[in-house]
């Protein structure tokens, strides 16, 4: 006999279809009473077991349940469960195993309750459409209620994963993002967002592997700072015992203190902060940053490969290994396939700004992309080379941190580079001054307070390879590879200076 | 010919230990006006190449190093070039490949600074007992210093490795543990914290390799959050716009919400703040919490087993693959190899009780375990089953938190555990309460504000499985497996109450 335990949530939607939901109120009422009930006789039941009415199959189901009282029964139920990203379809008719009293349980599990259950599995001959194991239904034979969901829920799962065109055509019930946010516990349940959040977890660990095979070390940075690193702007205070301080911006200092402390080539995967005051699709308050850092030779080239090449692992161990989870969040957000070069497409600023001028845009050779220009730029770059992932590199120092290499050829640009995906950016870095006298110069021309920089400063006058690196933002890269539109959906607790729970 | 470039710091021990202590400063004076004069020159010379003085080597070595001209030379002198945790001598010898000039500029390249040499690699008749690498020693035919170091350093790196005993006993200095915090980018390059830290890369990698294999999850949690978390005290405020927030005390909140979303077994490894005033041996401000949850079918021992087997794996990849650095730092702070058992120790607190009332140790049955008694118990359990590693089941309900499942078989205790190596702990754990009203009532006995919890208890409304995890302290297990005295060894830019740099 095969006796398979599926623990999960129930979905018993053709019972719940069949309800008036003019009816639901009160329901809803007396299934609350009846539900206080219900725990008492089953405190009882527990205590009395030897008392209880004769049922031949009465150690087959559970005793935790609630009964909605007012439902007429037939000699079967079928109820959808699930486990993570898969749901079979398993069915309870009265037999052999199943009394109707069992058959009236298991049709009044809440949804989403977790249940224990034993059964056989057996093939059907007709497939499943509406579930992830189509060719089995589960017949069965004992059910236990392990916690029991409230009747109402504060979104429907099928709900929120509809897509939007889908539900507007057919006046079909989609579920707002604020909604899905607030109810975070629930909405992370959908298909879309366990696909969303195991390619995340995905992202992380190619990230990790690829640069430790190239010989990084995986470093932990502080993120309560003394002072804040990049000038002080947007940047959030922390009452620090009797005195004050700041949430790192960026792990980018003491990554480049660990490069001056012969660690060669470094990495680290944690929170960052921006106290930015942006609502937009792109902007988090709190983040989560890979970043890189490393010595090289002769070239920041070499660490521009570094990261390049890193991305393309990355890009290829989504492709070879997370299609299910890809093509699961396209079912609701259809998008192309992501699309890279080997070797990475590495563009000039200047020739950029070329390609942006014959597309008729109008801007000055040392100012910023701005972000509709970014995005045209990456339409360019698509029709041109067919990348969704290319390096534009060679920034006006101008628009650069203060810490930045100037170009050696041209003191109008700087060693400098962003990355792109689907013309978005996901990446900023630089080769860095590594030579204490010239970042002191830097700083001054850039206004900062040389003593709150000291620290920062003295760390190059011990001996300093010269380095470079970037910082990756995590929510972005997953954004951007599936296509979807806000970051949001990439974070599974967003912060945004509107939204600090849950 | 063996061509090696060699990129390293060097220590041009016998010329410094030649010169007498009291001309250091007078030395070190008219070095810094060489340095500047030299820096001139250097300048001149990169620019007018061609007007140099008539030298066969001139292209053998490098322009931007400190001359020290008092010096009286002779026809060779040796270097140590140092690239991360090992170290090799090198020679300049007068001859086919090098001048006397050559030589006088290699002599006076100051100690840490960065070298770039190309050089033949030759075998040596006596071993070089003072180098990582002790049977071969480079002959240098082009030196170039990349970035040269300022004359002084604030601490020397023989002196930081150095044995306390050692150091007391032979009248050598020893660096204290400020100055070693304070100078953390030179503190870094010494054997024993590179070693330390390639270890603690080791440890993050081994969690979370294990886990995957597992079928964890990896999530990444909010550290700021809306409210404090385990009832107020010991938290971080910080400033979010217009509103106040805190900085997360552990991400178990999140986890467990995590777990009520399906995710069934997840991990995650981050920052964790703990506003403190404790200035002991062991605690930070802020630490690296490696932290587990997952949903278990029948008994919260299979958490505990989970955590034990990822906790032994750690171990044994610590064993099987960083021996080299293990015996790095024992070189300078001796202990015991770490001992454990398959499979893990687990004994219940009253037990434990029982064995510290033997050694003497007058406590209640529901009092929580002093540091001291810690200890102690370390030390008994030690003796009793020869391990260093060990799980304390059945804490007393009233010392753990609210959210901690009660023992269903003496109200007095409850399911929960720590874990500890070398007699302290690194892991606290349990099974959590997944009932919302078992849950309301616990936290009400504990007088927690429940509108401040309402969202977590909201979390279990929907169907939560039962489930446990825990936090490990990245910083405790690489200190107490390693045999160390004080984290902030283990942390690389310690926080505490008095230390917020660099």
Same mark, same amino acid.
């Given at each position: 006999m095969t006796k398979e335990g599926v623990q999960g949530a129930t979905e018993e939607e053709e019972q719940q279809q069949a309800q008036s939901k003019k009816g639901l109120k009160k329901q809803q009422k007396e299934a609350e009473k009846a539900a206080k009930k219900a725990e008492k006789q089953a405190k009882l039941a527990a205590e009395q077991q030897s008392t209880e009415e004769d049922d031949f199959a009465k150690d087959r189901y559970g005793v935790a349940a609630m009964v909605q009282s007012q439902q007429k029964l037939g000699k079967q139920c079928f109820l959808v469960l699930r486990q993570q990203q898969f749901n079979v379809q398993a069915l309870v008719a009265v037999g052999d195993r199943a009394s109707k009293q069992m058959v009236k349980f298991a049709a009044n599990i809440t949804k989403e309750s977790i249940v224990d259950v034993e059964a056989m599995v057996r093939k059907v001959e007709q497939k499943i459409e509406s579930c992830s194991q189509q060719d089995v239904e589960l017949h069965i034979e004992r059910i236990f209620v392990i916690s029991q969901s409230e009747a109402r829920l504060p979104l429907q799962l099928e709900d929120a994963v509809r897509p939007d065109g889908e539900g507007e055509e057919e006046g079909r019930a989609t579920v707002n993002q604020d909604t899905k946010l607030d109810n975070r516990v629930i909405d992370l349940r959908t298909t879309t967002s366990q696909a969303i959040f195991r390619l995340q977890s995905g992202v992380c660990q190619l990230f990790r592997d690829t640069l430790t095979n190239k010989g990084f070390v995986e470093i932990q940075t502080p993120k =309560? =700072? *003394? $002072? $804040? *690193?990049? #000038? #002080? $702007?947007n940047v959030f205070t922390v009452s620090y015992f009797k005195t004050s301080a700041y949430l790192a911006q960026s792990p980018q200092l003491y990554k480049q203190m660990c490069i001056c402390a012969d660690f060669d080539k470094v990495f680290c995967v944690g929170p960052v902060f921006r106290a930015e005051d942006s609502n937009t699709h792109r902007h988090l308050t709190e983040f989560v940053g890979l970043d890189i850092e490393m010595a090289f030779n002769y070239h920041y080239h070499e660490v521009i490969d570094s990261i390049t090449d890193t991305m393309v692992q990355i890009f290829k161990g989504l492709r070879d290994n997370f299609q299910t989870e890809i093509q699961t969040v396209n079912k609701q957000f259809p998008s192309e396939p992501f699309k890279f070069l080997e070797p990475t497409l590495r563009l000039e600023y200047t020739e950029a700004l070329a390609m942006l001028h014959e597309a008729g845009v109008e801007m000055g050779d040392e100012d910023d992309l701005s972000t509709p220009n970014e995005k045209l730029l990456g339409r360019l770059v698509k029709e041109k080379y067919d990348t969704d992932f290319y390096v534009l590199d060679k920034y006006p120092l101008a628009v650069r941190p203060f810490y930045t290499m100037p170009d050696p050829n041209n003191p109008k640009y700087s060693n400098s580079y962003d990355m792109f995906m689907r013309g978005e950016e996901i990446l900023s870095g630089a080769q860095r001054v590594h030579d204490a006298q010239l970042l002191t110069e830097r700083a001054i021309h850039h206004q900062i307070d040389l003593e709150k920089i000291k620290a920062y400063i003295d760390s190059f006058r011990y001996g300093a390879p010269p380095h470079g690196g970037g910082g990756i933002g995590l929510e972005r890269v997953c954004m951007l590879y599936l296509g979807l539109h806000n970051v949001r959906q990439t974070s599974m607790f967003p912060r945004d200076p509107k939204r600090l729970t849950p």
């Open positions: =309560i =700072i *003394s $002072a $804040a *690193s990049e #000038g #002080g $702007a």
